[in-house]
């Protein structure tokens, strides 16, 4: 029981490590969550690739670290799952950071290679597809606000969900997976609302500056 809320608790403090904000903070002297979300995608709209790719990793290795933690503290697969969650967790809503995160998703993805690189690496396939798309097609008109990133994001985590459950069942890798998406589904919601937030401050803003 204590390994248990141990491996738990570990998960929800490294996730709650927010890599955009301490390197942004280090490395461009601001911090990014004034200007855009903390995550990967919000790094590479506001520093460019290489600087949102470094963000990106080290989130993602909070989920390899804390699955890591959670099979070799307690080897428990719903363990596993609660630590999957909470290190998604404390990437939305990090306690040394005024509860003011990201979506959660690089974490989420660390979870998934660490369980499960290959069913990973054939979800790539069909996200690289939906990019090519939103290059080529007019999705980058109907949803402007959110980017490419998250959409292939999502469409890789829904491809490899379904590998996984197809490959091996409900329990416990589909499941893990659907529990992460609990976090992600809100913390993405919260991340559009801040959004919308920050795009009409702007607008009031500007307006103000040529009244």
Same mark, same amino acid.
């Given at each position: 029981m204590v390994d248990a809320l141990v491996a738990v608790?570990?998960?929800?403090?490294?996730?709650? /490590?927010? !890599?955009?904000?301490i $390197?942004?903070?280090w490395l461009k002297g601001v911090d990014i969550r004034g200007l855009d979300n903390p995550g990967g995608t919000g790094s590479i709209r506001?520093?460019?690739w290489r600087f949102g790719l470094m963000v990106g990793v080290l989130d993602a290795l909070k989920g390899v670290a804390a699955t890591y933690l959670a099979h070799t503290l307690t080897g428990d697969p719903i363990v596993v799952m609660l630590s999957a969650m909470a290190v998604v967790a404390g990437h939305n809503w990090p306690i040394y950071f005024s509860f003011r995160g990201g979506g959660g998703l690089a974490p989420a993805f660390g979870v998934i290679?660490?369980?499960?690189? /290959?069913? !990973?690496?054939?979800? $790539?396939i069909p996200a690289l597809l939906m990019l090519a798309l939103y290059?080529?097609?007019?999705?980058?008109r109907w949803l402007p606000f959110i980017g490419p990133v998250p959409i292939i994001?999502?469409?890789?985590l829904l491809t490899?969900?379904?590998?996984?459950?197809?490959?091996?069942?409900?329990f416990p890798g589909s499941a893990t997976i659907i529990a992460m998406g609990i976090p992600i589904a809100i913390g993405g919601y919260v991340m559009l609302l801040r959004d919308r937030e920050r795009r009409r401050s702007g607008v009031e803003g500007r307006r103000s500056a040529t009244s």
């Amino acid at each position: 029981m204590v390994d248990a809320l141990v491996a738990v608790l570990a998960a929800y403090l490294c996730g709650s /490590l927010l !890599f955009g904000v301490i $390197l942004s903070k280090w490395l461009k002297g601001v911090d990014i969550r004034g200007l855009d979300n903390p995550g990967g995608t919000g790094s590479i709209r506001k520093f460019g690739w290489r600087f949102g790719l470094m963000v990106g990793v080290l989130d993602a290795l909070k989920g390899v670290a804390a699955t890591y933690l959670a099979h070799t503290l307690t080897g428990d697969p719903i363990v596993v799952m609660l630590s999957a969650m909470a290190v998604v967790a404390g990437h939305n809503w990090p306690i040394y950071f005024s509860f003011r995160g990201g979506g959660g998703l690089a974490p989420a993805f660390g979870v998934i290679i660490y369980h499960y690189p /290959l069913e !990973f690496a054939l979800g $790539l396939i069909p996200a690289l597809l939906m990019l090519a798309l939103y290059k080529r097609t007019p999705i980058r008109r109907w949803l402007p606000f959110i980017g490419p990133v998250p959409i292939i994001s999502v469409v890789g985590l829904l491809t490899t969900l379904a590998f996984v459950w197809q490959r091996y069942g409900f329990f416990p890798g589909s499941a893990t997976i659907i529990a992460m998406g609990i976090p992600i589904a809100i913390g993405g919601y919260v991340m559009l609302l801040r959004d919308r937030e920050r795009r009409r401050s702007g607008v009031e803003g500007r307006r103000s500056a040529t009244s």
